[in-house]
């Protein structure tokens, strides 16, 4: 069993930064690969990044490559997404989840191959 909770959103101008954090907490947590995903109103659950447990590979989402790092904190069993030059279009809730390891061959950006989510942290961008 994985926990996962997130923190960190709230509601920033457009071209500002924000900083997510999800504490990760469980018996296994060395063999996840941890991910962030957002879904807007209206829209499906989307991929923005996702980190290895070593943090040797991480992904992002085509739209936020650039803008957004995601990074862990093995010690604090922490991950976050520095979020920067955010745009309208980044508002959603924000989740972070976690997936066995074997989700890097071929299913890291699929929202089905993941076990374990947090509760979401809302992220609003006011143009």
């Known amino acids: 069993q994985v926990q996962l909770v997130e923190s960190g959103g709230g509601l920033v101008q457009a071209g500002g930064s924000l900083r997510l954090s999800c504490a990760v907490s469980?018996?296994?947590?060395?063999?996840?690969?941890t991910g962030w995903f957002r879904q807007a109103p209206g829209k499906e659950r989307e991929f923005v990044a996702a980190?290895?447990?070593?943090?040797?590979?991480?992904y992002y989402a085509d739209s936020v490559k650039g803008r957004f790092t995601i990074s862990r904190d093995n010690a604090k069993n922490m991950v976050y997404l520095q979020m920067n030059s955010l745009k309208p279009e980044d508002t959603a809730v924000y989740y972070c989840?976690?997936?066995?390891?074997?989700?890097?061959?071929?299913?890291?950006?699929?929202?089905?191959?993941?076990?374990?989510w947090g509760q979401g942290t809302q992220v609003t961008v006011s143009s």
């Open positions: 980190i290895t447990w070593s943090a040797d590979n991480t």
């Open positions: 989840a976690a997936a066995r390891s074997t989700v890097v061959f071929g299913g890291v950006r699929d929202p089905g191959r993941y076990d374990y």
């Open positions: 469980g018996r296994t947590v060395s063999s996840y690969v």
